[in-house]
């Protein structure tokens, strides 16, 4: 139930939170390797500013920034490595001041496609606030950074 005063301007939103996802090429490799790359040199693949040489810890705050627009300060909140399952990945969670807003989630996955034996990167966002420019402009900056992502391991553990 919303309360909508008489002065309101519709449309009323009642759960701004939006979502973006994607899928990225990584190509043919391992799993090892790839974890094993992020380990080795996390800022030399993560294309964000602020990124640390070494993988996060949990909970570790990261004060990134990025295209000089507003402050992406995270923290990490979970890792996976599953073998098994050819799934690795990690969780980032905004924190106050964030320009998605506090509370944000994004999420990093490599997995390897059935099929096709060939590794993808996976990200998904649960953003908590709009974006002043607008979300589909927001989404349409944040793609070329997670492509870079995915192009910068690619190239990093030489897979073809």
């Not at 301007?9 to 790359?37: C, H, M, Q």
């Not at 402050?71 to 599953?82: A, E, P, T």
């Not at 900056?141 to 995915?150: G, N």
């Amino acid at each position: 139930v919303v309360d909508v005063p008489p002065t309101a301007t519709y449309p009323i939103v009642a759960d701004p939170n939006w979502t973006y996802s994607l899928r990225v090429f990584v190509g043919r490799t391992t799993l090892s390797k790839i974890w094993n790359e992020l380990h080795r040199c996390y800022n030399c693949n993560f294309p964000v500013n602020g990124a640390p040489k070494a993988f996060p810890s949990l909970n570790q705050t990261l004060p990134l920034s990025l295209y000089g627009i507003g402050n992406f300060k995270c923290k990490l909140g979970s890792k996976w490595y599953i073998p098994e399952r050819s799934q690795a990945g990690f969780q980032y969670i905004a924190m106050p001041g964030h320009i998605d807003g506090a509370g944000s989630v994004i999420n990093f996955e490599f997995y390897l496609r059935p099929g096709d034996n060939n590794y993808y990167l996976h990200v998904s966002a649960l953003v908590k606030k709009d974006f002043a420019l607008g979300n589909a402009t927001y989404k349409a900056s944040a793609y070329p950074t997670w492509m870079k992502f995915a192009s910068n391991v690619r190239y990093n553990i030489n897979a073809g």
